[in-house]
């Protein structure tokens, strides 16, 4: 009876022992890594060489700058230089250009197309257009397409101006100024030639040109003049 019981004792031990400590041929040991086998510090090291690519808001603007400088410049030399039919591409597909004689925007102000355009500095360039009234007198403004970009586009050095901003005034006259309005959500920018001491600087002239973003790319839609008015 004692021998069967020390038998027992002795297998119990055995079973809790092998239950414990025991492992079939084959088992491998609990693995530390995960499921998709991707090692954490290689990953650690791979956020730290490729940061993630922040675009600063003050580099989007001086980029946008830039744009519209350039642009401002190929506008006005084009109008320096009378090569009027250089234009086209610059205009709005769809909402064509609107010139402005003074400050104050006017739903009568004439806007052309761009195939409106080309044929304006074309076949009709010896046409003279009503570009609006002259401030002051309110006689009509009847001038053929150069007459009227001599008087109301570039009738200053506004290719090196003295002075030149972007979305911001210089100088501004008695005239309202409405062109936020008129063209809300657009860029400008202004060329701005101070006037003279004979003068007492009243002969100040400023041209704006405005532009609007079309999938990343910047049309001309606006083209304001304004100067001292009564």
Not at 28 to 52: H, I, M, Y
Not at 66 to 79: A, G, W
């Amino acid at each position: 009876m004692k021998k069967i019981f020390a038998l027992l004792v002795v297998s119990s031990v055995l079973i809790v022992g092998c239950k414990n400590g025991c492992k079939k041929k084959g088992d491998t040991p609990p693995s530390n890594e995960d499921s998709l086998n991707v090692n954490l510090g290689e990953r650690a090291d791979s956020l730290q060489n490729n940061p993630p690519v922040h675009i600063d808001s003050v580099q989007l603007k001086a980029s946008k700058d830039s744009i519209l400088t350039s642009l401002t410049k190929e506008v006005l030399t084009i109008f320096k230089n009378k090569q009027y039919t250089r234009l086209d591409s610059l205009i709005h597909p769809e909402e064509g250009v609107r010139f402005s004689p003074y400050a104050t925007i006017l739903p009568e102000d004439n806007r052309f197309s761009r195939e409106a355009f080309q044929k304006l500095v074309t076949a009709n360039k010896n046409k003279k257009l009503n570009w609006g009234n002259y401030d002051g007198s309110g006689d009509p403004i009847l001038l053929t397409p150069a007459e009227y970009f001599g008087k109301f586009v570039y009738d200053a050095n506004f290719v090196s101006p003295q002075k030149f901003d972007i979305n911001d005034f210089i100088q501004t006259g008695n005239s309202v100024n409405n062109l936020r309005s008129k063209y809300e959500g657009c860029d400008f920018t202004e060329s701005h030639s101070s006037g003279t001491k004979k003068y007492g600087e009243m002969d100040w002239k400023s041209v704006r040109l405005v532009f609007k973003e079309v999938n990343g790319k910047y049309y001309l839609v606006g083209v304001v003049h304004d100067q001292w008015t009564i």
